[in-house]
């Protein structure tokens, strides 16, 4: 291992190997270590929904790691009253199991420079290296040890997710709302994989009253009774909403993806946001100022949209807004792909789309 490093990385997850390959893309003889605790081809509990502009960002690393059977072109909402949307997007996401993309991506790092190594981090002192990069997820060790509290209530979710046999004819990704527990985030979705079955799951705002996995087994049911959920494993775990943000640095640390608190808070993505923050970061560590840096670079690419989601993020509670929204989304492809870029990319909505909406309304 070529000793002293210029960067280690915590976390090999979407957002790690992006800060790899982008800083490597930035300085090719750098000497950058990826730490993880878990080995190459660990799994991460997640809808394994890869967006459209997740895939761009990629590209714009130099990397195609996904393949035509893992294309699903089709997309359909239900709002809290059962209103439902269905379109064909124009540029297509696709379902890949996270054990098997975040290998990929973590291979691809590899295969630019980066050196891995299976380790736990419990400490900053351990992490000898001029410019260090927290990439570990939600729970994450760095961002405690820099002295950021974690989200919790309504900008923190509960998720559970398993793999069901996906029913005849079934091949599209579906995502219900719940009318029953309004409060942020709260829906359940199906999203067909390649292999025969569908990523099925059920999230909700850890605000909400009950919140239990009881709770969660029994909605994810009642809104999804195509499936047959019989003997399938359910796995929770939780979604730091950026309605609640950490600073993305201190000092030299810098934080992305979910240890940053990047996810959507209207629709649960955060592998683009992973991706994107983590490139940023890549492309700051040989900087002057790497913090400062990335932290303007973040805010260029997702203020505006932070913004505006953390103050619309009170009203997603109204069954009538959300119907409204999905209403138009259905009458017009164009509002679609507007909701598509603003839950799943960068965007932010414009004073026309609100007009829009408007005309929806009743
Ligand atoms: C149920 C559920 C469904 C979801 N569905 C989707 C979806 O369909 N589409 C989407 O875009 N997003 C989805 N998300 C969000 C998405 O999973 C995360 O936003 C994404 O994984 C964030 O990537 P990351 O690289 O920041 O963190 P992670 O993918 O969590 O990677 C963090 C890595 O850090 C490692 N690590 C943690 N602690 C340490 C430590 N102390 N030392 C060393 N290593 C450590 C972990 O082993 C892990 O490999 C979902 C989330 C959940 C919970």
């Not at 997710?161 to 219900?176: D, K, N, S, V």
């Not at 994810?220 to 009774?225: N, T």
């Not at 913090?291 to 009203?315: C, D, E, V």
Request: glycine share 10%; hydrophobic share 40%.
């Amino acid at each position: 291992m070529p000793q002293p490093w210029d960067l280690i990385i915590v976390g090999a997850g979407p957002a790690g190997s992006a800060a790899a390959l982008s800083a490597l893309r930035e300085k090719p003889d750098a000497r950058v270590l990826i730490l993880d605790r878990a080995p190459l081809g660990r799994d991460k509990v997640c809808g394994d929904g890869i967006a459209p502009h997740a895939v761009r960002e990629l590209a714009a690393l130099g990397l195609d790691v996904v393949r035509p059977e893992e294309n699903v072109s089709t997309v359909r909402l239900y709002g809290p009253s059962g209103a439902d949307a269905g379109a064909v997007t124009s540029s297509p996401g696709y379902v890949i199991p996270r054990r098997q993309f975040d290998e990929r991506l973590l291979s691809a790092a590899m295969d630019a420079g980066a050196f891995f190594e299976v380790r736990k981090v419990t400490s900053l002192e351990s992490l000898d290296a001029p410019v260090v990069i927290g990439a570990d997820g939600s729970n994450s060790t760095v961002r405690r040890l820099i002295g950021q509290p974690a989200n919790h209530g309504r900008a923190l979710a509960v998720a559970i997710r398993g793999y069901a046999p996906t029913p005849p004819g079934a091949r599209e990704l579906t995502i219900r709302w719940d009318s029953q527990r309004l409060g942020g985030l709260c829906y359940a979705w199906s999203f067909p994989v390649a292999d025969g079955t569908t990523n099925v799951g059920y999230g909700l705002s850890s605000a909400a009253h009950d919140h239990s996995r009881a709770y969660l087994e029994r909605r994810l049911g009642e809104l999804l009774p195509e499936f047959d959920l019989a003997g399938v494993e359910l796995t929770g775990h939780t979604l730091p909403l950026s309605v609640r943000r950490p600073s993305p640095y201190s000092g030299h640390v810098l934080l992305v993806g979910d240890a940053a608190s990047l996810i959507n808070p209207f629709t649960g993505e955060g592998i683009y946001s992973a991706i994107a923050s983590g490139a940023l970061a890549g492309r700051s560590a040989f900087r002057d100022a790497p913090g400062p840096t990335y932290a303007k670079a973040l805010a260029a690419r997702f203020g505006r949209q932070h913004r505006q989601t953390t103050a619309l993020y009170r009203i997603i509670d109204s069954p009538r807004v959300l119907d409204t929204v999905i209403r138009a989304a259905r009458a017009n492809s164009r509002m679609f792909d507007r909701l598509l870029d603003v839950g799943l990319g960068d965007a932010a909505f414009t004073l026309g789309d609100f007009a829009r909406f408007g005309r929806y309304a009743f």
